[in-house]
């Protein structure tokens, strides 16, 4: 049987504020509380972007 893991990262997913684009990546919520924010790669419209942490 397998065991649940309740650590303090999770996954989280980082949507672009210009297009539909999303990245999935890991946060700890201890150090990291708030919303996240980065300026990343967004393909679709082919330069960086900010992107914003979604529920």
């Given at each position: 049987?397998?065991?649940?893991?309740?650590?303090?990262?999770?996954?989280?997913k980082l949507k672009s504020t210009e297009?539909?684009?999303?990245?999935?990546?890991?946060?700890?919520?201890?150090?990291?509380?708030?919303?996240?924010?980065?300026?990343?790669?967004?393909?679709?419209?082919?330069?960086?972007?900010?992107?914003?942490?979604?529920k």
């Open positions: 049987m397998a065991k649940s893991k309740k650590g303090t990262r999770i996954v989280i297009s539909g684009h999303m990245y999935l990546t890991y946060k700890n919520r201890r150090n990291d509380p708030s919303r996240l924010e980065f300026k990343k790669y967004d393909p679709l419209v082919r330069r960086h972007v900010v992107y914003r942490e979604t």
